[in-house]
């Protein structure tokens, strides 16, 4: 990818389709130095009409200093231009919990260098009859990060997927990616677990994609 952000580090990027015909870019970033502090907890937003020169555009979503459990850098997710609109979903981290107890939070745009969060976030928080609570498995802490949503191939609607962890004995054995449906991109109806593994301490950050009639995930480990 032939960009970096003036003055920053840039990593977990995810990208929009826009209704500009341009390719939108968001991502993670960090100062290189002092001097560029002041934005380096934001998204980071670049766009390309032909995927290898890119526009840096302004950075956009960052912490909310008016909720304590959104006032820390947000984290990954994913980004979606539908029907005139945009939505963005982003991990949730606040200094209530130290950034251990995340949530799935979603911001809405009229155009995708302007994004506002929904007035009634989080849209998703791990249900306690599927998924763990702060108490299980580990105490104080609520893995829930990391959205990516894609289109129902059957019918009307969206799928999502995040990581998160099911109760279970062993870290092993609790790391998952969670199934979430939606018809409207904003109420989210949780199901099973998509994927669980008894290998790993942590899954994360999972793509989903169909290729040649075959879907695939991935995921780090």
Known sequence: MNYSPKGMYVWDAWHMPGPDKKLHTYHLQRARSADFAKTEDLFGHAATSDLINWEERPACLGPDPANADDNIQPWTGCALWHEGRGYLY??????????????????LAENPDSWTRYSCNPVITPDPAMYATAERPVKGIVDCRDMIIVKDPEGEGW?????????????LES????????????HWKQLPPAFATNRYACVEVPDVFQLNG???????T
């Open 90 to 107: 982003y991990t949730m981290r606040g200094s209530c919990s130290s950034g251990m107890k995340q949530h799935i939070g979603l911001a």
């Open 159 to 171: 799928y999502g997927f995040f990581a998160t962890r099911q109760p279970a004995k062993t870290l």
């Open 175 to 186: 790391s998952v990616i969670a199934c979430a449906r939606s018809t409207d991109l904003i």
């Open 214 to 220: 075959r879907w695939y995930m991935t995921c780090l």
